[in-house]
T-cell receptor
């Protein structure tokens, strides 16, 4: 039930954009996005719910395609502080959250 | 608010020893969970609780026990430590399953 994230790693220059994808083999009820910096705890970015509701930080943009069982996280005009590992977690029905293995994002000057 | 606190930060155990990882939150959250994080594996759910007195198993529960006698505390017990339990353990809390989870700082456990 673990979602698949792509790409596994990406390197950006400051100001560039990136898209991180998360896909599931099962119908999704919700998708959760977190960012984790090295040696720290994961930090919440956004939740997307079936039916279109979104909860999260205003500066973060994401989409949820229920039909394709996919979500994408959009990082625009990247800053050095965006560096870290991004995890998506997916919930199918009443099940618990299953996290992907992460996408390592590095932003360089 | 302290948020979610975990103790200890680091722990070394010998195989066969038992111990309890402590987790507490002061946000009056009903939903609490324990995850382990291994290199390249992401976060895997061990046990979770939807309120005081209610706990259930997650993805990787074997070798761990939990209890939830109060809303604030959710300790994780390792019954007989094994080297395969070497990992970083995170406790998290939220209002419910589909709200922002607040993670504690983690406990780095090494079993020799």
């Amino acid at each position: 039930q673990q979602p698949v994230q792509s790409p596994q790693a990406v390197i950006l220059r400051e100001g560039e954009d990136a898209v991180i994808n998360c896909s599931s083999s099962k119908a999704l009820y919700s998708v959760h996005w977190y960012r984790q910096k090295h040696g720290e705890a994961p930090v919440f970015l956004m939740i997307l719910l079936k039916g279109g509701e979104q909860k999260g930080h205003e500066k973060i943009s994401a989409s949820f395609n229920e039909k394709k069982q996919q979500s994408s996280l959009y990082l625009t005009a990247s800053q050095l502080s965006y560096s870290g590992t991004y995890f998506c977690g997916t919930r199918t029905g009443a099940n618990n959250l299953f996290f992907g293995t992460g996408t390592r994002l590095t932003v360089i000057p | 608010n302290a948020g979610v606190t975990q103790t200890p930060k680091f722990q070394v155990l010998k195989t066969g020893q038992s111990m309890t990882l402590q987790c507490a939150q002061d946000m009056n959250h009903e939903y609490m969970s324990w995850y382990r994080q291994d290199p390249g594996m992401g976060l895997r759910l061990i046990h979770y609780s939807v309120g005081a007195g209610i706990t259930d198993q997650g993805e990787v529960p074997n070798g761990y026990n939990v209890s939830r006698s109060t809303t604030e505390d959710f300790p994780l017990r390792l019954l007989s430590a094994a080297p395969s339990q070497t990992s970083v353990y995170f406790c998290a809390s939220s209002r419910n399953r589909d709200y922002e989870q607040y993670f504690g700082p983690g406990t780095r456990l090494t079993v020799t």
